[in-house]
């Protein structure tokens, strides 16, 4: 497994932008397809973005299409979550995760977690 810590929340009005990082420890993270979730308090955890080992491919849930941007610098063991025109509703708790597998948005799928970073947007 890999050690995964995000860093990069904060507090930020709506329109604005947020740049989340992700750090992970081991040998192995180029290895790994990525991806970000997100949890609001008192709903479910939900998929955000993910990035193919490689970094060559992404995909995205359709609340965010268009204004998050993920992607990775596998020489630095680290993956980004780019965040343009933040809203309210993206307000949550960010989580990394990594999986063996990519192209599924399962959370069940990602076998290591970081401690996740909070986002809160205002209005």
């Known amino acids: 497994q890999v050690q995964l810590v995000e860093s990069g929340g904060g507090l930020v009005q709506a329109g604005g932008s947020l740049r989340l990082s992700c750090a992970a420890s081991g040998r192995t993270f180029s290895s790994y397809a990525m991806g970000w979730f997100r949890q609001a308090p008192g709903k479910e955890r939900e998929f955000v973005a993910q990035v193919s080992a490689s970094g060559g491919s992404t995909y995205y849930a359709d609340s965010v299409k268009g204004r998050f941007a993920i992607y990775r610098d596998n020489a630095k063991n680290t993956v980004y979550l780019q965040m343009n025109n933040l809203e309210p509703e993206d307000t949550a708790v960010y989580y990394c995760?990594?999986?063996?597998?990519?192209?599924?948005?399962?959370?069940?799928?990602?076998?290591?977690w970081g401690q996740g970073t909070q986002v809160t947007v205002s209005s």
């Open positions: 995760a990594a999986g063996q597998r990519y192209g599924s948005s399962r959370s069940g799928n990602f076998g290591s």
